[in-house]
T-cell receptor, first 113, second 113 residues
Framework: DQQVKQNSPSLSVQEGRISILNCDYT??????FLWYKKYPAEGPTFLIS?????DKNEDGRFTVFLNKSAKHLSLHIVPSQPGDSAVYFC????????????FGPGTRLSVLP | EAGVAQSPRYKIIEKRQSVAFWCNPI?????LYWYQQILGQGPKLLIQ????????DSQLPKDRFSAERLKGVDSTLKIQPAKLEDSAVYLC???????????FGPGTRLTVT
């Protein structure tokens, strides 16, 4: 039972263009969401977060959008750079219920020069 | 600031053998997590410590996995006996008490043959 889904295992984007990574969840109690980036042979590193009281959060080139009614969030990277090539994990938690984060399976982003 | 340290980085064992992993969290981080990441999947939480107490071990296969954090700093995760399906990357993460952002170590890649 996958509570957090990232249906695109991989994505290729041209340098300078926008990358859009999608994440869907099934548990309506989830109220806090994180995106992590992972390079090979390294642990995931935190990228950006969003609480369910917001529908958008921006940090530089990274923006996360949350659509609660659709149980969907997306990470936009613009402009995409070759250094953004990594695996991106979406994670969700029902913090108000004291639950820990559930991670999606990840999407491998390749930014082509 | 030193990151989360883990050792060993790689381990190959035969099924039914025992193995132990070590984690040293970021100084001052009260919360420590162990995750299992099977190839092609996202990290799955095995156990969470707050100082030296267990907060959540609901997904830890307790018949073969054990973990401890005796002095509230370093932690060890043990598997005894190992099965083929335990082949995975074992990630340790830490965070400040109450914080959502987790800092991950590089992981230990375990191969069970």
């Amino acid at each position: 039972d996958q509570q957090v889904k990232q249906n695109s295992p991989s994505l290729s984007v041209q340098e300078g263009r926008i990358s859009i990574l999608n994440c869907d969840y099934t548990n309506s109690m989830f109220d806090y969401f994180l995106w992590y980036k992972k390079y090979p042979a390294e642990g995931p590193t935190f990228l950006i977060s969003i609480s369910s009281i917001k529908d958008k959060n921006e940090d530089g080139r990274f923006t996360v959008f949350l659509n609660k009614s659709a149980k969907h969030l997306s990470l936009h990277i613009v402009p995409s750079q070759p250094g953004d090539s990594a695996v991106y994990f979406c994670a969700a938690s029902a913090l108000d219920y004291g639950q820990n984060f559930v991670f999606g399976p990840g999407t491998r982003l390749s930014v082509l020069p | 600031e030193a990151g989360v340290a883990q050792s060993p980085r790689y381990k190959i064992i035969e099924k039914r053998q025992s193995v132990a992993f070590w984690c040293n969290p970021i100084s001052g981080h009260a919360t420590l997590y162990w995750y299992q990441q099977i190839l092609g999947q996202g990290p799955k939480l095995l156990i969470q410590f707050q100082n030296n107490g267990v907060v959540d071990d609901s997904q830890l296969p307790k018949d073969r996995f054990s973990a401890e954090r005796l002095k509230g700093v370093d932690s060890t995760l043990k598997i005894q006996p190992a099965k083929l399906e335990d082949s995975a990357v074992y990630l340790c993460a830490s965070s400040l008490a109450g914080a959502q952002e987790q800092y991950f170590g590089p992981g230990t890649r375990l191969t069970v043959t």
